[in-house]
């Protein structure tokens, strides 16, 4: 496992270029219509499913909906495919496939402070392959990563943007999110954008 997170700060995304789309851009939470558990972030009690809290069924898609893993609620904003290269005019990483730009609000509700990585975060496509965050990626793809591997203390909350790079025409089913490498995680779905 790389010791390096892979989320960037989103003040602007200047330096990703890309021929892609944006996939919903909720910048609310889902309140009560919030999936996931309030796990322990060992694993024991943290929820994989992606129903709602208060009943009803499962839902397609979480972009906008709070998610919990932990001590961390997690908010999907937006996802963008089909970014070909991060980094400036200069330097950069260019994509084997094409990078996916999963933009995300990681909020500390617990009692201490604790340390968003974003190399503890995973990718699932319809046919079930797994894909790892690209922490070179998200190194180039803003100067001011102010979230990279950032304290996040209690009550706070950062923005940020996972990268993963997969094939082109890859269909997107969820992204799995955990407050650490030792949680169960969060299953967000992405309705196979």
């Not at 319809?126 to 304290?151: H, M, P, V, Y």
């Not at 203390?153 to 790079?165: H, L, R």
Request: charged residues 25%; hydrophobic residues 35%; aromatic residues 6%.
């Amino acid at each position: 496992m790389v010791a390096c997170g892979a989320i960037v700060s989103t003040a602007s995304d200047p330096a990703a270029t890309s021929s892609g789309t944006d996939a919903g851009s909720a910048g609310t939470r889902g309140e009560e219509a919030a999936a996931g558990g309030a796990g322990t972030g060992k694993g024991a009690d943290s929820e994989k499913s992606a129903e709602p809290r208060k009943g009803g069924a499962k839902v397609a898609d979480g972009i906008g909906r709070e998610y919990r893993d932990g001590k961390f609620a997690f908010t999907v904003t937006k996802v963008k495919k089909g970014v070909a290269r991060v980094g400036n005019q200069y330097a950069g990483s260019e994509a084997q496939g094409q990078y996916v730009l999963v933009h995300i609000t990681v909020e500390n509700i617990g009692d201490e402070a604790r340390m968003f990585d974003g190399t503890n975060q995973t990718l699932i496509d319809t046919k079930g392959r797994e894909f790892e965050a690209d922490t070179e990626a998200a190194i180039w793809s803003n100067r001011d990563t102010r979230s990279f591997l950032e304290q996040i203390n209690p009550g706070n909350s950062v923005k940020g943007v996972v990268i993963f790079d997969v094939p082109k025409n890859v269909k997107l089913k969820a992204i799995e999110l955990h407050d650490s490498m030792f949680s169960g995680g969060v299953t967000v779905p992405l309705g196979g954008r």
